[in-house]
């Protein structure tokens, strides 16, 4: 099957910093979703982009489906900005999520 | 407009025991996913649903995992008898047309 593979795994920023996080994946993908579990153990959708560029607030997100790769970066980084970020790729078969990178924005 | 509904949200039970998990997905989506997260991991698919149709339950251990989608809307996901290693977080998504998906809130089990 496909394999969706995030990086870094773990990171630790300080309020106000800037991130931004990778998600590559092995193979052609129908589309491609980010999405941040919150503390609570809630996954909210970030972002549906299964090409190109998005923005929403402080976040974007660009996927280059040719080259099998997608970032979310984060600016002004908050403390409720914590928490696990995944991307989830849409194949023919199935949605597979990917490794995810745990964010902690320290103040 | 209400989001994905999962009921319970927390559930212990003695090991051997039976257990049910009910989801209410968007109003319209046709698409329903059972997924389950084991603690520091992504969530991995049990089961898709399109409609009322079953089309990907690969990963669904049927000697003691069961589904069903009734009239294509509710589904439950039952599992008969509970295994230790089956403490999880078991959560619901449904998407229109395998686009988008979104996710409930999840149902967090303890098998004891």
């Known amino acids: 099957g496909i394999q969706v593979e995030q990086s870094p795994p773990d990171l630790i920023l300080q309020e106000g910093a800037n991130s931004t996080l990778r998600c590559n994946f092995s193979?052609?993908?129908?589309?491609l979703q980010w999405f941040h579990q919150n503390p609570w153990g809630q996954l909210i959708n970030l972002f549906y982009?299964?090409?190109g560029t998005k923005q929403n607030g402080r976040l974007s997100a660009t996927t280059v489906a040719t080259e099998r790769y997608s970032l979310l970066y984060i600016s002004s980084s908050q403390t409720t900005d914590s928490g696990v970020y995944f991307c989830?790729?849409?194949?023919?078969?199935?949605?597979?999520f990917g490794t995810g990178t745990r964010l902690q924005v320290t103040l | 407009e209400a989001g994905v509904v999962q009921s319970p949200r927390y559930k212990i039970i003695e090991k051997k025991q039976p257990v049910a998990f009910w989801c209410n997905p968007i109003?319209?989506?046709?698409?329903l996913y059972w997924y389950r997260q084991n603690l520091g991991q992504g969530p991995e698919l049990l089961i898709r649903?399109?409609?009322?149709?079953?089309?990907?339950d690969s990963q669904l251990p049927k000697d003691r995992f069961s589904a069903e989608r009734l009239k294509g809307v509710d589904s439950t996901l039952k599992i008969q008898p509970a295994e230790l290693g089956d403490s999880a977080v078991y959560l619901c998504?449904?998407?229109?047309?395998?686009?988008?998906?979104?996710f409930g809130q999840g149902t967090r089990l303890t098998v004891v």
């Open positions: 998504a449904s998407s229109l047309d395998r686009r988008e998906a979104f």
């Open positions: 193979d052609s993908v129908n589309n």
């Open positions: 982009i299964p090409s």
């Open positions: 989830a790729v849409e194949t023919a078969s199935k949605l597979t």
């Open positions: 109003s319209g989506h046709n698409t």
């Open positions: 649903y399109e409609n009322e149709e079953a089309v990907d």
